[in-house]
């Protein structure tokens, strides 16, 4: 058994518990989250349903954050209220980002065997993120994708139509990453039932 592989999962579940303390956790994660890190072989360190968000770019990295973000189904009104509040400069991005998470394998061949089933069930971005002979990480990302710009220097580029236009986009996708996510973890289910 690898000793600092154990000590780095115990530290990391600390860090989990605190956070789901605090309401930092998907709720929608956590059965999926409580699961892999169950396993002796796998834990988690970072992961999210996916999001639907306005995102404000001031030009630099500094003052970059969000205007409104939401880990699930999100109503138009919601996104043209949260517009509303816009900074008088920058960019406003509507942003759809797919399901990620970051699973840390005790070696490369478990980390292969998730990578294979991730991808064999829909996460066509997933990949081995870094290796070290204690740890290899691995992340698991969906597709689900939207960039728009939608405001600019305190002013709205678009009609509302657009934004519920968006905002319905950005749902169907949120549902089919639901479902993928529901496929994975029973999936991994079954594969652990295997062994």
Known sequence: MNNKFQQQKEGA???????????DVDSDMVPLIDYVNSLPDYYTTSTCTGRTSLFYDPGGKLDSGWVGKWHSIVSAEDVIKA?????????????HEP?????????????????????????????????????????????????????????????????????????????KGMQRLKNFEKALHALEERK
């Not at 579940?13 to 309401?23: E, F, P, Q, V």
């Not at 517009?83 to 942003?95: K, V, Y």
């Not at 290796?131 to 992340?139: A, M, Q, S, T």
């Open 83 to 95: 517009l509303a509040e816009m900074p008088p400069s920058g960019r406003i991005w509507f942003m």
């Open 13 to 23: 579940i600390k860090g989990l518990n605190d956070a789901k303390k605090t309401g």
């Open 99 to 175: 399901t990620i998470m970051h699973i840390v394998c005790r070696d490369l061949a478990r980390a292969g065997a998730l990578v294979e089933l991730a991808r064999n069930n829909g996460y066509k971005k997933t990949g081995i993120l870094s290796y070290k002979e204690d740890r290899v990480l691995v992340e698991v990302c969906g597709t689900e994708r939207i960039d728009a710009p939608v405001a600019e220097e305190g002013k709205v580029l678009v009609e509302n139509k657009y934004i519920e236009y968006l905002t319905l986009l950005a749902n169907e996708k949120f549902k």
